[in-house]
């Protein structure tokens, strides 16, 4: 198997969508493209109860194909990279029982195989994770409850940049925010292989407003298709699908 190439998507909220179309729609589009939608619901730390408006978290991850956890302040760091590289894994090991469908029938899959063989192609998963090329764009929720843990997210966002550069794979991030006054939402750093400007342009983010989770997932999906289009006017595509 050649390593491919992982497209995700990491939003980072507090509470739910509250304009514009339905976001689990949206998650459930961008997993057809071939994108991951990973979601991860910020508490305050002194919270006791998880607020009424993170319970969408979990349905827009599972439409997106991805992974969804509720957490702290406190633990986003850790909770980042623990998603980040929990969906990588996943993704690969759907295409992985695909292609053991293929060769060995319906219904089989990595659960399914004798011991031996199991551990052989977890290694293989293992090894897919360390090789393939990671493109993790990351969408922050900036409206007026999430100001206060901006700077947590900017931390997370630049210690997800050292940790995943430790794999030999590429990398390579983007950070929006939304809403944004003028557009759905706003480009704070375009695609680049590690998250070192972070800090800086995160001192210049504003905060308030409503939250169009939905529209801001979909406006997220062009900047996929956008990135191919832009390196292939210098002649070179940089992003040619090699699969697994």
């Not at 630049?158 to 925010?177: E, Q």
């Not at 070192?196 to 342009?201: A, L, N, P």
Request: one cysteine or more; glycine letters at 8%; charged letters at 25%.
């Amino acid at each position: 198997m050649k390593p491919g190439r992982i497209k995700q998507i990491l939003l980072l909220t507090d509470g739910c969508s509250n304009h514009g179309e339905d976001p689990i729609a949206v998650a459930a589009l961008a997993r057809n493209q071939g994108v991951t939608v990973n979601v991860i619901g910020v508490l305050d730390d002194l919270q006791d109860s998880k607020p009424q408006g993170l319970d969408e978290v979990e349905s827009i991850a599972e439409a997106g194909g991805g992974v969804s956890q509720i957490v702290y302040q406190k633990s986003l760091s850790q909770t980042v990279q623990m998603v980040t590289r929990q969906a990588m894994t996943q993704t690969i090991q759907g295409v992985v029982n695909k292609e053991l469908q293929q060769i060995l029938g319906k219904g089989q899959s990595i659960e399914e195989l004798p011991p031996e063989k199991r551990g052989e192609v977890v290694e293989v998963v293992d090894d897919l994770g360390e090789t393939c090329d990671l493109e993790v764009l990351v969408l922050v929720d900036t409206s007026a409850s999430m100001h206060h843990k901006l700077p947590t997210v900017k931390d997370a966002l630049y210690d997800l940049s050292l940790s995943l550069n430790a794999r030999s794979g590429s990398n390579h991030f983007s950070v929006f925010a939304f809403p944004d006054a003028k557009h759905t939402i706003k480009k704070m750093i375009d695609w680049t292989p590690e998250l070192g400007e972070i800090h800086r342009v995160f001192s210049k983010l504003s905060s308030g407003g409503y939250t169009p989770t939905g529209p801001a997932l979909k406006q997220a999906l062009y900047a996929f298709t956008e990135r191919p289009m832009r390196s292939m006017q210098d002649g070179v595509d940089p992003y040619e699908e090699t699969g697994f």
